[in-house]
């Protein structure tokens, strides 16, 4: 399989289809962090659409100092953040709610778990949307992107303690958002008892 | 305890009512593997003695993984062809526009710096102008001075009196008929035509503040034909930023996404700087690999000949501008360090970059407290398509009558702090001059603010696309900062240390 750079070496040479391969490789996990970020599958395509063709137009400008995708990401993120301030007030929980509605999450999962899961999903997903934007931020980047606290204090451009912070506040607010499930969560850790979260990077 | 990292022995022996303090962002921290060993080893101690604080990381971490386990979602199948199909659109793919094509400087001392450019803009103009008019040339300032003075009279657009198309209509007017374009004194009409195409993208300079006179001298040379084009116009936009959007870089990384500069290697300048006393334009392009020959050499060769003439005092005054701006401070303004804190960035942009540009600052009134868009007397283009946007935004700094040939470009809905934190004004123009130049303008700013009917939203549709192109505009940005507020994270930036003992902890 061809890496990124030779994709982006091949679109650089005009051959666009090449830059389709990197699209197709990248956009949902772009959509997914995006549309968490954003609150709306919707308006995570018109961003990640955006940024693809911000990332074409500026493919020479990749030297390939970092991955691809962190690269890519950081045009995408920079852009959904425009879009958060432009559309200030921040979206009502009601909004987040019928952005959910009206566009369900596929969970493939099982009837009763399914169901469970289902409202699960909603309900972080809504905590997730009453989050102040710069908590979202980092928990976006942290918990979905996985991101080292230095690669989100870069993309972020703050201190890495601002990170930290940033990152401690906002699981403190959704833990008080998601009061009721956390029960639940940590009975199924405990069962589950994973190993403890590797290293960050 | 589950979860948690196995406590090293000595841990476990340790008093553990020593280390009650701990700041609770270290157990999100620890969640993450992301401690020092030290912090590490104290949030252990403090997770032995606190079984609240246990609880409090079993809680973050089942915070944690229920954003985890959110369900993937997937892209729609249709994104990828939606891209291409987009970049299909773009003429000349991703090479033209990748080019370095944009540099951009920046000027520790910019007050002063911008004021030097912008007179020097204004005076060339106007030397270009009267110079076309074949008026005798004398001295600069006189020039210049009658050359505002006229002006005023000329713009049949900004005259109320002129017009069979006062008001908003006048702009209108212009906008859609290219022709009237022509009867501008600075011919910008060239902007319209066609042959520009392949100038479209051209090179910029790289500013730094010089140390000697010399320096200075040649620094302003080099501005002056930043600023200074024949056929193209010049915006100086100024906005004003909390610092910690400054330190964060908030406005680079808007010109970057928006494809205005290319980020340079600011280490690279700041060695070459140190190396050789100061950075110039040439030194900065051979730094960054620009080439140097975009710019117009003939029209260059032209302005050194009139600059020679023009020190930072004289174009001062041919501008009727004090380049030395008021200090803000002594003006009431929370303008933090004064001219310290101010950089000044320059590029070469096509108009629709610019105008996306300026709207993305102004939809981001998080990092850009304020904005205002001058536009020298006599850049028609330009100003249409920067004012059109908001002539009924904001009527209260029109009626600012210190600002005579400028006009201004004003963010809408900032909020009554904000906007008391806005600067005024960056410029002023000596009374003689404002009193010979008002009565043109004045005109302008009574426009009426009526709502467009359809054929005029129409018209307007037509100049917008007529305007908002390729044509180029060079624009300053004066980028000024509040006071430093205190944002909503005051911690202190705490190293973060690799340590080899947690990442082989299990």
New interface residues.
């Given amino acids: 399989m061809k890496d990124d750079f030779q994709f982006v070496e091949a679109a650089l040479a005009g051959q666009k289809e090449a830059f389709g391969q990197l699209v197709e490789r990248y956009q949902d996990r772009l959509i997914h962090a995006i549309s968490r970020y954003l609150g709306s599958v919707e308006d995570a395509h018109d961003v990640a659409q955006d940024a693809f063709v911000q990332a074409y137009t500026r493919l020479a400008s990749f030297r390939g100092e970092a991955a691809f995708y962190t690269w890519l990401y950081r045009i995408a993120f920079n852009l959904a953040m425009t879009r958060v301030r432009r559309r200030r007030p921040m979206q009502s929980l009601d909004q987040a709610k019928d952005s959910l509605g009206n566009e369900p999450i596929d969970l493939g999962a099982t009837a009763e778990t399914g169901i469970l899961r289902e409202e699960q999903a909603r309900v972080v997903h809504m905590a997730l949307g009453q989050l102040d934007e710069e908590f979202r931020q980092v928990i976006v980047l942290r918990e979905l992107e996985g991101c080292a606290y230095e690669q989100i204090a870069q993309i972020l451009e703050i201190p890495v303690g601002t990170v930290r912070s940033r990152l401690y506040r906002a699981r403190i607010q959704l833990r008080d958002l998601l009061a009721p499930w956390l029960t639940v969560e940590m009975g199924e850790t405990d069962q589950q008892q994973a190993t403890p979260r590797k290293a960050a990077r | 305890m589950?979860?948690?990292?196995a406590l090293p022995a000595i841990v476990k022996m340790a008093d553990p009512n020593s280390l009650d303090e701990l700041p609770?962002?270290?157990?999100?921290?620890y969640?993450?593997?992301?401690l020092s060993s030290e912090e590490r080893v104290q949030v252990e101690r403090h997770l032995l003695a606190h079984p609240e604080a246990q609880k409090q990381v079993?809680?973050?971490?089942?915070?944690?993984?229920?954003?985890?386990?959110?369900?993937?979602?997937?892209?729609?199948a249709d994104?990828?062809d939606?891209?291409?199909k987009?970049?299909?659109k773009?003429p000349g793919?991703?090479?033209r526009?990748?080019?370095?094509k944009l540099m951009i400087g920046r000027s520790p001392r910019g007050w002063i710096w911008a004021g030097l450019a912008v007179a020097a803009s204004i005076a060339l103009m106007i030397y270009q102008e009267r110079s076309n008019l074949n008026q005798p040339n004398s001295d600069i300032a006189r020039r210049s001075m009658q050359g505002l003075q006229n002006r005023s009279h000329d713009l049949e657009w900004t005259n109320p009196q002129a017009g069979e198309n006062p008001g908003n209509e006048a702009f209108d007017e212009i906008a859609t008929a290219p022709s009237s374009a022509n009867k501008t004194p600075t011919g910008n009409a060239k902007l319209l035509a066609d042959e520009q195409e392949e100038e479209r993208f051209k090179t910029y300079s790289h500013f730094q503040f010089a140390e000697s006179a010399e320096q200075e001298e040649e620094l302003f040379e080099t501005a002056s034909q930043f600023a200074q084009s024949a056929d193209t116009p010049i915006l100086v936009v100024h906005v004003v930023m909390p610092a910690s959007a400054r330190q964060?870089?908030?406005f680079e990384?808007l010109l970057e996404?928006e494809?205005l500069i290319?980020r340079p290697d600011l280490d690279g300048v700041r060695e070459l700087r140190a190396a050789n006393g100061v950075l110039t334009d040439q030194a900065a392009r051979r730094q960054f690999g620009v080439v140097a020959d975009d710019v117009d050499k003939k029209g260059v060769e032209n302005q050194k000949r009139s600059l020679g003439r023009v020190s930072g005092k004289s174009a001062d005054s041919a501008a009727g501008l004090a380049v030395t701006p008021v200090d803000p401070r002594a003006e009431g303004e929370s303008l933090a360090d004064g001219g310290e804190s101010v950089e000044v960035i320059m590029v070469e942009a096509p108009e629709a970059n610019v105008l996306s540009c300026l709207e993305?600052l102004q939809?981001?009134?998080?990092?850009f407290l304020a904005i205002e868009v001058d536009v020298p007397e006599g850049q028609l283009n330009s100003r249409h398509a920067v004012n059109r946007r908001d002539k009924t935004v904001d009527s209260q700094l029109a009626e600012d009558s210190s600002w005579i040939g400028l006009q201004q470009f004003n963010r809408g809905q900032i909020s009554p702090s904000q906007r008391a934190r806005q600067p005024v004004k960056r410029a002023v123009r000596s009374p003689s001059l404002a009193k010979a130049a008002k009565p043109g303008l004045q005109g302008a700013r009574k426009l009426p603010a009526a709502q467009p009917s359809a054929a005029k939203a129409e018209r307007k549709a037509i100049a917008r696309s007529r305007l908002v192109g390729d044509n180029l505009v060079r624009v300053v940005f004066v980028l000024g900062t509040t006071a430093p507020r205190e944002?909503?994270?005051t911690?202190?930036?705490?190293?973060?240390e690799s340590s080899g003992e947690?990442?082989q902890q299990?």
């Avoid at chain 2, 589950?2 to 990292?5: H, I, K, M, R």
């Avoid at chain 2, 939809?363 to 990092?367: A, L, R, T, V």
């Avoid at chain 2, 911690?491 to 973060?496: A, G, H, I, S, T």
């Fill in positions: 589950n979860g948690s990292p609770d962002e270290l157990l999100s921290a969640l993450d593997d992301a079993e809680q973050l971490r089942a915070v944690s993984s229920l954003v985890r386990r959110l369900p993937p979602q997937p892209a729609r994104l990828r939606a891209v291409l987009r970049i299909e773009q793919g991703t090479e526009i990748a080019k370095p964060n870089r908030a990384n996404n494809g290319d993305k939809s981001d009134e998080h990092n944002s909503v994270s911690q202190p930036d705490l190293r973060e947690a990442a299990e």
